[in-house]
């Protein structure tokens, strides 16, 4: 049963923040874009704050419950134990790529760092490692639903 709820829990919040990385890819990336860099930055001074305020805490529970519905899995014997652990790996992945890439970028957006001239460039970047993260997100979503 406790595995079922983990896993349940699981998919559900995953399923949420792949909306929501899809989301921000398909709408909010393509108007960050299309925005002159000046005006980009001062948006983002405070938008940046709000967007961090939402996906810090979906991205920790998008983590931190494959990780427990994997333990679970392999501590009380699921038949998909070695399924489980997919998505706890690809989640801790992506929080990497957000600590190693995403938190200095977003940053230098806020901040305003990066400097007009490097905004351009710095969104090429930042759409790649978003669309690596959105991919990854997919996959543990994926293999998240198959274990139900």
């Known amino acids: 049963m406790i595995i079922e709820l983990f896993q349940l829990a699981s998919s559900f919040v995953l399923g949420l923040l ?3 990385l899809l989301t921000e890819a398909l709408i909010l990336l393509p108007y960050w874009r299309a925005m002159d860099p000046e005006e980009f930055l001062n948006l983002h001074g405070s938008l940046g704050p709000r967007l961090y305020g939402y996906f810090a805490p979906l991205t920790i529970l998008a983590t931190v419950l494959p990780v427990l519905a994997a333990i679970t899995s392999v501590v009380f014997g699921s038949a998909f134990f070695n399924l489980s ?3 706890a790996i690809i989640t801790l992945v992506m929080l ?3 600590i190693i890439y995403f938190k200095g970028a977003n940053e230098s957006f806020k ?3 990066v400097g007009v001239d490097g905004v351009s460039e710095e969104l090429e970047r930042w759409s790649k490692w978003h669309w690596v993260r959105v991919s990854l ?3 543990a979503f994926f293999i998240s639903l198959l274990i139900l």
């Open 137 to 139: 997100g997919l996959v």
């Open 18 to 20: 792949v909306g929501s």
């Open 111 to 113: 901040t305003g760092s």
């Open 96 to 98: 990497f790529i957000y």
């Open 85 to 87: 652990i997919v998505p």
